[in-house]
């Protein structure tokens, strides 16, 4: 059973360049929420997508947009990058989105982004 | 919307001894409460969870309780392990019917001397 997985694993890029961010539900997930932890913090909650749409969103700028494939699969766009970019992003899977179902989240190792 | 506090920030205990990390938080529509263990460079693993029907929930070394009233949970780690060391994180999460994310506290860095 394959559990969350996510691609890259670290990623270098400068300031206002723009990042794509991917990742992959654990298997009869159909929920991807995606997070941001910087150093000493806790995840911080960017969004959540369930049935391709984004279902709640967090304080994030609109810079911050994703995607959700019909397989599940998920991506996390972030345009013009700031040097308060960086950070490791994490996305979480789970079943039902919202509305009911099982809110239970688990998280892929994250992708290290560093922004200079 | 929530805010999730948590203590302390940093722990050390003795191999053997118990470790209680408290949380607090604001929503009292919230209804579920997972902890989270993350090892240096790793993903943070759900230890266990409770949801607001229950008062307390265990599993082997590990405890989770919960006051609804006075929107309060903690861990407790018993005969705690060398392998204990992580920082862990309390989170809560929201009514689905309202806004409903998971807020994490800045978590409890735990360490295991021998």
């Known amino acids: 059973d394959a559990g969350v997985t996510q691609s890259p694993t670290h990623l270098i890029k400068t300031r206002g360049q723009q990042v794509t961010l991917r990742c992959s539900p654990k298997?009869?997930?159909?929920?991807v929420s995606w997070y941001q932890q910087a150093l000493g913090q806790g995840p911080q909650f960017i969004f959540q997508?369930?049935?391709?749409?984004?279902?709640q969103r967090g304080n994030f700028p609109d810079r911050f947009s994703g995607h959700q494939f019909p397989n599940y699969s998920s991506e996390l766009n972030v345009n013009a990058l700031l040097l308060g970019d960086s950070a490791l992003y994490l996305c979480a899977s789970s079943l039902g989105g919202l509305a009911g179902g099982q809110d239970t989240q688990y998280f892929g190792p994250g992708t290290r982004l560093t922004v200079l | 919307g929530e805010n999730v506090e948590q203590h302390p920030s940093t722990l050390s205990v003795q191999e053997g001894d118990s470790a209680v990390i408290k949380c607090t938080y604001s929503d009292s529509a919230s209804n579920y409460f997972p902890w989270y263990k993350q090892e240096l460079g790793k993903r943070p693993q759900l230890i266990i969870d409770i949801r607001s029907n229950v008062g307390e929930k265990k599993d082997q070394r590990i405890a989770v309780t919960l006051n609804k009233t006075a929107k309060h949970f903690s861990l407790h780690i018993t005969e705690t392990q060398p392998e204990d060391s992580a920082v862990y994180f309390c989170a809560a999460y929201g009514d689905p019917g309202t806004a409903s994310k998971l807020t994490f506290g800045t978590g409890t860095r735990l360490q295991v001397t021998l």
């Open positions: 997508y369930y049935e391709e749409e984004e279902r």
């Open positions: 298997s009869g997930h159909d929920t």
